[in-house]
């Protein structure tokens, strides 16, 4: 009798696991888009850190390029990334769009968004509180860290040429604190992200791009 209870015991034990993590997922995602998706617009401070697969394997021994500035996001699909350090660049998005200004060059360069820019529309997508994060990736929940964050690992579904995974870390508030891109070529795009701010309304024009007099543009082409 104690075998057979022991051997229900195993049968049954992963199923309620299995269904554990899945709501858990189900509450955090939740909690994501009740912070995140209703808002009018935000400010949230940034770092960007880009590790090479050659670095990644000195471990903490090396430290990548590191950049820093503020991310402005205004739903659905406007987005403003002023770096500040380690020299100022401006990235201006919408939803068709792309404009990567240089003022120390003086050039500023157009981009379809469609054509350059996918991380910049991951981080919309966050910022939307991953509303549609079922429908262009597989989710999967990893096991918290030392400081009680959550780990959400995103796999691009149908698979993306140049990123393999993203992983995000958010807090047990639900609030997302990095953003992990990882490269095919086994590269590592890292932001942290500071406490967001929200913001009602911007200024007009603020999400647009008008070249000071003297910069050279450049249109892309794909």
Same mark, same amino acid.
């Given at each position: 009798?104690?075998?057979?209870?022991?051997?229900?015991?195993?049968?049954?034990?992963?199923?309620?696991?299995?269904?554990?993590?899945?709501?858990?997922?189900?509450?955090?995602?939740?909690? /994501?888009?009740?912070?995140?998706?209703?808002?009018?617009?935000?400010?949230?401070?940034?770092?960007?850190?880009?590790?090479?697969?050659?670095?990644?394997?000195?471990?903490? !021994?090396? %430290? *990548?390029?590191?950049?820093?500035?503020?991310?402005?996001?205004?739903?659905?699909?406007?987005?403003?990334?002023? #770096?500040?350090?380690?020299?100022?660049?401006?990235?201006?998005?919408?939803?068709?769009?792309?404009?990567?200004?240089?003022? !120390?060059?003086?050039?500023?360069? #157009?981009?379809?968004? %469609?054509?350059?820019?996918?991380?910049?529309?991951?981080?919309?997508?966050?910022?939307?509180?991953?509303?549609?994060?079922?429908?262009?990736?597989?989710?999967?929940? #990893?096991? %918290?860290?030392?400081?009680?964050?959550?780990?959400?690992?995103?796999?691009?579904?149908?698979?993306?040429?140049? /990123?393999?995974?993203?992983?995000?870390?958010?807090?047990?508030?639900?609030? /997302?604190?990095?953003?992990?891109?990882?490269?095919?070529?086994?590269?590592?795009?890292?932001?942290?992200? *500071?406490?967001?701010?929200?913001?009602?309304?911007?200024?007009? *024009?603020?999400?647009?791009?008008?070249?000071?007099? *003297?910069?050279?543009?450049?249109?892309?082409?794909?």
């Amino acid at each position: 009798m104690r075998k057979i209870l022991f051997m229900v015991l195993l049968l049954i034990l992963p199923i309620n696991s299995a269904t554990f993590a899945e709501d858990t997922l189900s509450t955090i995602l939740q909690g /994501i888009r009740n912070r995140y998706g209703t808002t009018s617009g935000l400010s949230v401070p940034y770092t960007r850190e880009v590790i090479t697969r050659s670095m990644s394997m000195l471990g903490n !021994q090396a %430290k *990548g390029d590191l950049a820093s500035g503020i991310i402005y996001f205004k739903p659905p699909h406007f987005l403003r990334l002023d #770096q500040e350090k380690p020299v100022v660049e401006r990235i201006i998005a919408n939803a068709s769009i792309l404009w990567w200004y240089t003022p !120390q060059k003086k050039e500023a360069h #157009q981009y379809k968004t %469609k054509d350059f820019g996918r991380e910049l529309r991951l981080l919309s997508d966050i910022f939307r509180g991953l509303v549609d994060v079922n429908d262009s990736f597989k989710v999967a929940l #990893q096991e %918290k860290d030392e400081k009680g964050n959550y780990e959400i690992v995103l796999v691009p579904d149908p698979p993306w040429q140049e /990123i393999d995974r993203i992983a995000l870390t958010v807090s047990p508030e639900h609030e /997302i604190r990095s953003v992990r891109i990882f490269n095919t070529l086994g590269s590592v795009t890292r932001f942290n992200l *500071g406490q967001f701010t929200l913001v009602k309304t911007f200024e007009k *024009g603020f999400f647009d791009f008008v070249a000071p007099p *003297g910069v050279n543009l450049i249109l892309e082409s794909s």
